[in-house]
């Protein structure tokens, strides 16, 4: 039986006294959850959100890598570094990071290889546009998406986590329903089934628009083990309340 992992985004949001506020708030509340809960922060922060987790449930994340280890690579960040700050998940290739910055299947493949190397999860974020989806092209985009990082990682594949994020869904208010989610997590299932016989361990968690009125819907389909939560995770109680549907 796979856990849950409920983990939030918080994008190019917080301050010092907000993360600090929001943490506080979380820990208040989180008491035992059944699942894993993480929390993605701007990299400037993580020093700050390593001591304010510390000794709780929370788990630290990071919301990109550089896919290079070292060297002359001006405003990237290395796994080593992360590591240095207990960094236990890292989100690669999210939608934003794919549209503005122009990051391929092949970099997105190559910063989970890296982030693995690392004893880093990577979250590999996949997902459709609204024009791919009307085209009928969904399961083909996921799947040439997640197939670039089976391709390089082989056997550490069943160390992922993988997060479909329909991009018409994020940020937008419009939630993919659980059954349209449902269908491309189980395509995703057996192809990584196909890659790995450890696959029966991935998580593949649904992202964009999750909330505490969807999350349980969502959450109780079979092949949905979690949530990639971005606007809802900036709210401690709304956060809590996404975490509460996994028990
Ligand atoms: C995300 O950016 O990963 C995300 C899912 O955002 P939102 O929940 O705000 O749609």
Not at 203 to 216: E, H, K, R, V
């Amino acid at each position: 039986m796979r856990k849950k992992l409920i983990a939030g985004n918080w994008k190019m949001n917080g301050s010092v006294a907000a993360n600090e506020a929001l943490v506080e708030g979380l820990l208040a509340g989180i008491g035992t959850p059944v699942c894993q809960v993480g929390l993605c922060v701007p990299s400037v922060y993580l020093a700050q959100c390593q001591a304010l987790v510390a000794g709780s449930v929370i788990e630290l994340g990071a919301q990109d890598v550089s896919q290079h280890e070292r060297g002359a690579f001006t405003g990237e960040v290395s796994c080593a570094m992360l590591k240095e700050f207990g960094v236990r998940y890292c989100l690669v290739g999210h939608s934003e990071r794919r549209q503005y910055h122009f990051e391929t299947d092949a970099v997105v493949a190559a910063k989970a290889q890296r982030a693995l190397a690392c004893g880093i999860t990577p979250i590999v974020c996949v997902g459709e546009t609204l024009a791919e989806r009307e085209a009928g092209k969904t399961e083909e985009v996921v799947k040439r998406q997640l197939a670039a990082v089976i391709h390089a990682n082989g056997h550490c594949i069943s160390e992922i986590v993988v997060a479909y994020e329909p991009i018409w869904a994020i940020g937008t208010g419009k939630t993919a329903s659980s059954e349209q989610a449902q269908q491309v997590h189980a395509v995703l299932r057996s192809q990584l089934q196909a890659a790995s016989n450890q696959a029966g361990r991935i998580q593949i968690l649904y992202g964009g628009s999750m909330n505490a009125a969807n999350a349980a819907q969502l959450l109780a389909q079979p092949d949905i083990d979690g949530g990639l939560v971005g606007g809802a995770a900036l709210k401690a109680s709304e956060f809590l309340s996404i975490i509460a549907c996994t028990h």
